[in-house]
């Protein structure tokens, strides 16, 4: 079974200092993750992926992440924090097989003050 | 390019009562994926159908179903509904099964089932 752990409910952080987002998984196989962000009353949205390669993962906004598989971990990082990053941040994986699922993890709630 | 789209964006009914949520996929993707977001509970994956097929399904009762048509739109159907049952419930859509690995999922903005 795959499972997504993110320890934390809830990361403070004050504009313009970087902001980590952790996340943890169990796969058996080689996994791929995903980040996305969820916005009051709205879906989720994509933000980036790792599915082999390069373990520093550019994607949308300025965010980035970094795969690690010897601590099976798939952090989200921002250089510089805005306001408007406040979110709920959802951390997923899946195996790589056609019908596998995406498991998600419980989401972190990130809060950016001014 | 128009995204995935939901209807009813609100739905209130009664324990008992039967709900029929729909769901249109972005043109091209004929996966589409049903989750139901409880508080706090996180995601749960309840239905996944492409190419008119359902692939997989999650740890829901038997009440939870739903189809796909052949323009690869679905409905999710929830019979003799509990108040538990009052989440949002969000679709999403990818290609095909067959290469959806490692293509992201693309979400709609869900509709908010409330029971009472």
């Known amino acids: 079974a795959q499972s997504v752990a993110q320890p934390e409910d809830q990361v403070n952080v004050a504009e313009g200092n970087p902001l980590t987002v952790k996340c943890t998984y169990s796969?058996?196989?080689?996994?791929?993750l995903f980040w996305y962000v969820q916005y009051p009353n709205r879906g989720l949205q994509f933000l980036l992926k790792y599915i082999t390669g390069d373990n520093l993962v550019k994607g949308s906004y300025g965010f980035e992440a970094e795969f690690n598989k010897s601590q099976t971990s798939f952090h989200l990082k921002k250089p510089s924090a805005l306001v408007s990053d406040s979110a709920l941040y959802f951390c997923a994986v899946r195996v790589g097989s056609g019908y596998s699922t995406l498991t998600f993890g419980k989401g972190t709630m990130l809060l950016v003050s001014p | 390019e128009a995204g995935v789209t939901q209807s009813p964006t609100h739905l209130i009914k009664t324990r008992g009562q039967q709900a029929t949520l729909r769901c249109s996929p972005i043109s091209g993707h004929t996966s589409v994926y049903w989750y139901q977001q409880a508080l706090g509970l996180g995601l749960q994956f309840l239905l996944w159908?492409?190419?008119?097929?359902?692939?997989n399904r999650g740890n829901f009762p038997p009440r939870f179903s739903g189809r796909q048509f052949p323009n690869y739109s679905s409905e999710l159907n929830v019979n003799a509904l509990e108040l538990e049952d009052s989440a949002l419930y969000l679709c999403?859509?990818?290609?095909?099964?067959?290469?959806?690995?490692?293509?992201?999922?693309?979400f709609g903005d869900g509709t908010r089932l409330s029971i009472l």
């Open positions: 999403a859509s990818s290609w095909r099964a067959g290469t959806t690995s490692n293509q992201p999922q693309h």
């Open positions: 796969v058996s196989g080689n996994p791929y």
């Open positions: 159908y492409d190419e008119g097929e359902e692939r």
